[in-house]
């Protein structure tokens, strides 16, 4: 048991608010963060955008909500995760609402760098919900919270059913009043956290700005970054070309492969949940090898050229192959993503805010950057496949850095809180 838990009795009843609002509170969030998969078709054809603006459009709340993420984590550290989370949702709101009344195509993208804060309320639910539990329990915690990627699947059910007879406007207007709604019941309902009430009473000592920062000097901070650009950044941004790569290379209706897409979504957040649970129970480090083993081949097949097979190459990356062993590498990303975060409270358990913003950062870049990178690939090289030949690259130097990191920790006998990522 942490000497914040010696020092705070906290129960059952406040442990299982704190998380299961805040998991709440984020799935909204998400959803809202992820609005414009939807009405942005609506908004493309109105203004008659180009490919490059659209892109632009639907890429700047990701981007935004990607870079405050930092900026919100170190916020929520010196003023207490209740506040700054209220906070968050509240300017999210209004940007959504105001983007309901956008008329041109600048005012639209304003108001996306402010539905972008949405996104960035992952770095403040982490900072938030640690500090209520053990370090044994918080792969488990912080998991089920994660789970909320899961609003990003409950715009692409739930927005169409709004869109088509009311318009993209109406979606909007309603995304923004419940996450308002939320925002407020989260402020009546949810209590101070337990390290930010010890600063507060003086039993724990406020950090100046350069002391939230200094982590951050430290390569491992970045080497958990990588692993998160790929199994978050990597999942979202395979998430988003999926449809493009199955009518491109399988000819699949567009339909069908929207569905395939969706599909892909709801069980990679889901299974975050068991994820956490896993790295309590086994141990972080031991989850990401896995994760890495398996993606390593997973992307190596998917990287074959389909109608390829034959010959030099024994496989035949055929459709049923491709769904398969895109939802094996959706599964263990999803693995990795709740990975990832045990490490974070358990080496930095005074610095979350700031690591977990950093480490959430670069895996919302990677959800910007990787799609981008994805179509420059494909049109340089002509292969589809291209982009999982990326991925593998990202594994690859992934799984040596991690591997190297470890042995070297083993031959200097160092132990940082590897107790409890193991």
Partial sequence: MSALHQTYRISQGQQARALWISTAAFTICF?????????????????????????????MPILTGSLVRIVLGIWTGRFGGRLIYTVTMVAAALATFLLAHATTFPQMLLAGLGVGLAGGSFAVGVAYVSPFFPPERQGTALGIFGAGNVGAAVTKFLAPVLLVPFGWQV?????????????????????????????????????????????????????????????????????????????????????TAGMIAAAYSIPGSIFRAYGGA???????????????????????????????????????????????????????????????????????????????????????????????????????????????????????ISLLWMNASIRQFKRNAEAPAGAFAR
């Fill in 171 to 255: 979606v909007a207007e309603v995304w923004a009043a419940v996450l308002l709604l939320t925002a407020i019941l989260f402020w009546f309902t949810t209590e101070d956290d337990p390290q930010f009430c010890a600063r507060r009473s003086g039993r724990a000592p406020r950090k100046g700005l350069a002391a939230e920062f200094a982590p951050l000097r430290n390569i491992q901070v970045w080497r958990f970054a990588l692993y998160y650009f790929f199994a978050f950044g990597g999942f979202v941004a395979l998430a988003l070309w999926l449809p493009r790569y199955l009518v491109g290379v399988y000819d699949f209706r567009i339909e």
């Fill in 31 to 59: 959803a809202v963060w992820t609005i414009f998969s939807i009405i942005g078709l609506r908004i493309k054809d109105e203004l008659g955008l180009s490919e490059a603006e659209f892109g632009l459009l639907i890429g």
């Fill in 278 to 396: 896993l790295s309590d129970r086994i141990g972080a480090r031991r989850i990401m090898y896995a994760v890495f083993a398996v993606s390593a081949v997973a992307t190596l097949i998917l990287s074959v050229p389909a109608g390829h097979g034959g010959g030099a190459v024994p496989i035949d990356v055929t459709p049923a192959l491709f769904v398969v062993t895109i939802f094996v590498l959706g599964f263990v990303m999803s693995l990795g993503k709740a990975a990832v975060y045990k490490h974070i409270p358990a080496y930095y358990p005074k610095h979350v805010g700031a690591v977990g913003g950093v480490v959430g950062m670069m895996g919302g870049l990677g959800g910007f950057v990787l799609p981008i990178a994805f179509g420059f690939l494909k049109d340089m090289t002509g292969l589809w496949s291209s982009c999982f030949m990326l991925l593998f690259g990202i594994v690859a």
